[in-house]
């Protein structure tokens, strides 16, 4: 019954993170709106809102993939010192994480790759070696196994 618990509680830390984080993105950071047409047509009226939109994405994704990796930073951090929390906040990163690439998905090809393959690979970086310091082997040889 115990394990159940935790596992459930560690479901509903990481569902609240991932709404946490996509709620905080709708209520404090607005979407750019299709604007009404102006009378006639204007030939940048369209492509000045697509810029808007994937700046917006661009951005929602570099703040949902830097919370992501603060979440799993201390999902590791606290692993060894809280049962049920770490796995929550690990799991929920993977959420957020998952709602930055969404958000960004549709407009790759605005942003660039260059931008994303910066941001996964420092946060690639971060999530590595917070690992590495937290769940590595500590004053022992490593591959001991305990």
């Known amino acids: ?24 993105t709708r209520t404090f950071y607005e979407s750019p709106r299709y604007p009404e047409q102006p009378a006639g047509y204007s030939p940048g009226f369209y492509e000045a ?6 700046d917006y994405h661009r951005n929602v994704f570099i703040m949902a993939s830097v919370l992501g990796v603060v979440a799993a930073a201390a999902g590791l951090y606290l692993y060894r010192r809280v049962e049920a929390m770490p796995l929550g906040l690990v799991l929920g990163s993977i959420g957020v994480v998952i709602f930055g690439w969404a958000q960004a998905a549709e407009d790759f090809d605005r942003i660039g ?34």
């Open 113 to 146: 790759m260059a931008p994303l393959f910066v941001v996964v690979g420092i946060a690639l970086g971060i999530v590595l070696a917070a690992g590495y310091w937290f769940l590595g082997p500590r004053g022992g040889p490593a591959g001991n196994g305990g």
């Open 1 to 24: 019954m115990a394990t159940a618990f935790k596992l459930a509680y560690s479901l509903a830390v990481a569902v609240l993170l991932v709404l946490f984080v996509v709620l905080g």
């Open 49 to 54: 809102y697509e810029e808007e939109r994937a």
